[in-house]
């Protein structure tokens, strides 16, 4: 489990497009002027984490790199890990903007069908494993996870507890955060950890129209205790931004809706790391 002073969340919804793996990014980013932060994909083999900082054909080159994070989910994990010391190290690489990487790989997809074979619940503890015994230095560590639940996606619910969950403006987003909530309360008292929502962020807002304004007024009744303080706007530079291997961060001369987007990262990560020490 987490340690006193070590912040661990996973980035979920159970539905892809909602911008978790750009709010993991930027979330990192902006945390990592204050704090130690690892970032942690394990949200499928396309590897957008690592294309967020402008590392994907560098690591791509190394597709046949081993040990990877498909290894930390195999159950010879830790005779792995004791013949080669510096495993946890060659996994992890700098992003350049602050926070390092752990990036995905494409055996995340066979890791999660062996997962299928390991009883319960040890099926769902090697990510915790991993991050108790093997991961050090970090003050942070954030794990974006795919937008299915699978074998992979408890893993690392169960080894973060909390959640924070990013969600666009859509009824069907909204069906999906209430769906969230009843998951994790089955997983909570069928398995034991209690995985809590610690934020939700509502993101790629248009604040122009009524719809947008209507469902921030639900999501504001609905979750009032774990709403972000500040929903992220809808920007272009953040997809051109992402696109050039970077975030909004590093942009030169970022436009106003950029700028809105830098301060309410910045903002809603201050808010996660205080509710983490309230």
Not at 8 to 33: I, Q
Not at 42 to 71: C, M, Y
Not at 125 to 134: G, R, Y
Request: with cysteine; aromatic share 6%; net charge negative.
């Amino acid at each position: 489990m987490p340690t006193d002073t070590e912040v661990r969340a996973s980035l979920f919804l159970d539905k892809g497009g909602v911008g978790k793996t750009t709010s993991t990014a930027h979330l990192g980013v902006a945390l990592a002027e204050e704090h130690d932060v690892l970032l942690i994909d394990l949200a499928g083999k396309q590897n957008d984490l690592a294309k967020h900082f402008g590392l994907w054909e560098v690591i791509d080159d190394q597709e046949e790199r081993w040990p990877n994070i498909s290894t930390v989910l195999d159950k010879d994990w830790q005779t792995i890990r004791n013949k080669l010391p510096d495993a946890v190290d060659d996994m992890i690489w700098d992003t350049g903007e602050g926070p390092d990487l752990i990036p995905a790989h494409g055996g995340l997809d066979q890791a999660d069908d062996d997962l299928a074979n390991v009883p319960v619940p040890e099926r769902y503890q090697f990510v915790e494993q991993f991050l108790d015994e093997d991961v050090r230095g970090y003050d942070v560590i954030l794990v974006d996870l795919p937008g299915l639940t699978n074998n992979v996606t408890i893993n690392g619910l169960w080894a973060t507890r909390s959640v924070v969950a990013p969600t666009e403006l859509g009824e069907f987003e909204r069906q999906q955060m209430r769906q969230l909530l009843k998951d994790l309360e089955e997983l909570s008292t069928e398995f034991d950890p209690e995985i809590d929502v610690q934020m939700v962020i509502p993101n790629c807002v248009d604040g122009r129209t009524n719809l947008a304004e209507e469902l921030l007024d639900d999501l504001s009744e609905e979750y009032r205790d774990t709403l972000a303080p500040e929903q992220v706007p809808r920007s272009q530079d953040i997809r051109n931004a992402q696109a050039e291997g970077q975030t909004v961060f590093a942009i030169e001369n970022p436009s106003e809706t950029a700028q809105r987007a830098r301060s309410a990262f910045e903002v809603n990560a201050e808010a996660l790391i205080n509710r983490f020490q309230s």
